[in-house]
């Protein structure tokens, strides 16, 4: 066998291996990630169980189940004593199965100008503020959960819910 044969022999050993090794490592990041996406499964929330949602906000402060006047569930709950309630739509006609949530609130007796709200509206990226029909402070935030949100997803946006309200409180209530 010539040098050039010996060479090619060891190459094409050399890539074999290489690709044995690259084959059973990614079978074992493979053979690892299923119970980890199993375990995400079971953590995923999609609106099919407000008492688990219930749970996050209760993490938060005081929260209660109830349904809104449409029979879908609503959550009345406080944050650092600020009351706010949320809303569950797109509901079956059993008010369950519902693909998104609107967080709410408001301030009574708070009642900035169009320019001061749509500034805010514009340097704020979560929640919308505006005029409720009685003119006074409210706020919106609206979350999809459509396809389903892992539970620290969901507690992370409880979060950023109570950062809102904390940013809307200090930026124009206060």
């Known amino acids: 066998m ?3 044969a010996l060479r090619l022999g060891w190459r094409q050993s050399a890539r074999i291996r290489a690709a044995r090794q690259v084959g059973a490592a ?19 929330l999609d609106g099919s169980d407000p008492g688990a949602i219930l749970e996050i906000a209760r ?10 006047g449409v029979g879908d569930p609503k959550i009345s709950g406080r944050i650092d004593g600020q009351p706010y309630d949320v809303f ?13 949530l609107q ?18 509206n514009n ?6 503020v505006y005029l409720d029909r009685d003119g006074d402070l409210a706020i ?3 979350v ?28 124009l209530v206060d």
């Open 88 to 100: 569950f739509y797109g509901c079956d006609d059993g008010g369950l199965n519902c693909n998104s």
């Open 26 to 44: 990614t079978a074992l990041v493979l053979i690892g990630a299923v119970p980890v996406m199993a375990q995400s499964a079971d953590d995923i």
């Open 144 to 171: 999809n959960l459509f396809g389903g949100v892992t539970r620290r997803n969901l507690d992370d946006t409880f979060d950023w819910w109570r950062v809102v309200l904390d940013e809307v409180r200090a930026d």
């Open 2 to 4: 010539t040098t050039s």
């Open 59 to 68: 993490g938060y402060g005081s929260a209660m189940l109830d349904v809104d």
């Open 140 to 142: 919106d935030m609206d």
């Open 123 to 128: 340097e704020n990226r979560f929640g919308t």
């Open 103 to 120: 967080f709410t609130t408001w301030f009574g007796g708070t009642r900035p100008g169009p320019e001061v709200l749509s500034n805010w």
